[in-house]
């Protein structure tokens, strides 16, 4: 797990199972990769995820999506780089989580809707992507395939019981009725600002369910799903490494799941835990995860990135494979600013190897 690893597991525990875990992807009647463009996935081949909504985060504005929207290679070209964007948080800045394991106290409705309000403020994060999106078009036209957002889903914590109301009951939340209500009430909520604020440039893909290992709620996940279904779209998630239900993931309701290989952030994990970690996805049909953070300026994690590209080419998943982008939560706007040419050039392999990737499934999509 990259915001806590393995969610308190030992480390060495998670090191001896790694091979384990291998052999048993390797073993497994797999269905191959989530396609590098896929109706599972609402056609998304690249998806940023973009930290918005704590109090600590980013404001987002327009100018700050623009390293994100399009790249300017050495030679001037501009093209288009992600074409998914995950609105994505798990604590509220202060007290209040939006998965279990965070902090001490879950969020309440009323931190439920001030995720929704962050998401859709003024000059800021969906309109302010909207305007940056709109800014690029004019110059290069609209993309062949539409950007698109996907929003947070909070877990609606096992036995929490000041949530709060709905009409003129207050919830219980160790009662699994109200926790899918609870998740209703958030689809319809988020959906009603969407509407409300109709972004001319950007669709609604879907819901990421934001707890990364199935834990308690397994019993309510595939009717969450079914209330994202109804809406017409789609349930995504993004497992750490050896979650439980990872291997699941289908059978839990979602549409798309992307495997976190949680290497990046520590050095004593070899990078076979890359292969491993596509050996998995490929027998689960899922895509696969980049991670990186404000290390990368280090000269000890510099070379891991370089890794997970490496290894992602040799093990098809550049060519292949639906793709998620942990971040950190703007090191990318950072590299892409820097005036350090290491730290630029780091922004700048990444934009390339994006910018590829959506030029190779724009020419698959022009081919159908």
């Known amino acids: 797990m990259r915001r806590r690893l393995f969610r308190g597991l030992p480390l060495l525990l998670a090191l001896a199972g790694s091979a384990m875990a291998c052999a048993a992807a390797t073993t497994t009647n797999g269905s191959?990769?989530?396609?590098?463009?896929?109706?599972?996935?609402?056609?998304?081949?690249?998806?940023?995820?973009i930290y918005?909504?704590?109090?600590?985060?980013?404001?987002?504005?327009?100018?700050?999506?623009?390293?994100?929207?399009?790249?300017?290679?050495?030679?001037g070209a501009e093209r288009w780089l992600f074409d998914g964007f995950l609105f994505i948080e798990f604590a509220n800045g202060k007290d209040r989580e939006y998965a279990s394991g965070y902090r001490k106290q879950p969020a309440r409705k009323e931190e439920w809707q001030w995720l929704i309000d962050r998401n859709f403020a003024s000059d800021a994060a969906i309109p302010a992507l909207d305007a940056r999106l709109g800014a690029v078009s004019k110059r290069l036209g609209a993309p062949a395939r539409p950007r698109k957002v996907i929003l947070t889903m909070p877990?609606?914590?096992?036995?929490?019981?000041?949530?709060?109301?709905?009409?003129?009951?207050?919830?219980?939340?160790?009662?699994?009725?109200?926790?899918?209500?609870?998740?209703?009430?958030?689809?319809?909520?988020?959906?009603?600002?969407?509407?409300a604020q109709a972004p001319a440039h950007l669709e609604l893909a879907g819901f990421y369910w934001v707890a990364e290992q199935s834990g308690k709620a397994r019993?309510?996940?595939?009717?969450?799903?079914?209330?994202?279904?109804?809406?017409?779209?789609?349930?995504?998630?993004i497992p750490y490494w050896r979650a439980g239900g990872a291997g699941d993931w289908a059978a839990l309701g979602f549409d798309a799941a992307y495997q976190q290989p949680n290497h990046f952030f520590h050095p004593e994990v070899e990078d076979a835990r890359l292969n491993q970690a596509c050996a998995f996805a490929r027998a689960h049909g899922m895509g696969l995860e980049l991670e990186l953070d404000a290390r990368v300026r280090q000269d000890l994690f510099r070379p891991r990135i370089d890794a997970y590209l490496r290894v992602f080419s040799e093990e098809g998943v550049r060519d292949r494979a639906a793709m998620a982008y942990y971040e950190g939560g703007g090191i990318l706007l950072s590299l892409a600013r820097s005036n350090e040419p290491g730290q630029r050039a780091i922004y700048e392999e990444i934009a390339e190897w994006v910018s590829g990737r959506q030029a190779l499934a724009d020419q698959r999509i022009g081919r159908r």
């Open 52 to 75: 918005q909504g704590g109090t600590h985060r980013l404001a987002w504005t327009e100018d700050q999506f623009g390293p994100y929207v399009s790249h300017t290679n050495h030679a």
């Open 155 to 195: 877990e609606p914590i096992a036995g929490q019981t000041d949530w709060g109301m709905i009409g003129e009951r207050a919830l219980d939340f160790t009662l699994a009725a109200d926790r899918i209500a609870a998740c209703r009430w958030q689809v319809e909520a988020a959906l009603a600002k969407w509407r």
């Open 32 to 49: 191959g990769y989530l396609p590098l463009v896929s109706p599972a996935a609402s056609g998304l081949t690249d998806i940023a995820l």
């Open 219 to 237: 019993e309510i996940l595939p009717s969450v799903a079914r209330i994202i279904h109804e809406a017409g779209l789609r349930f995504f998630w």
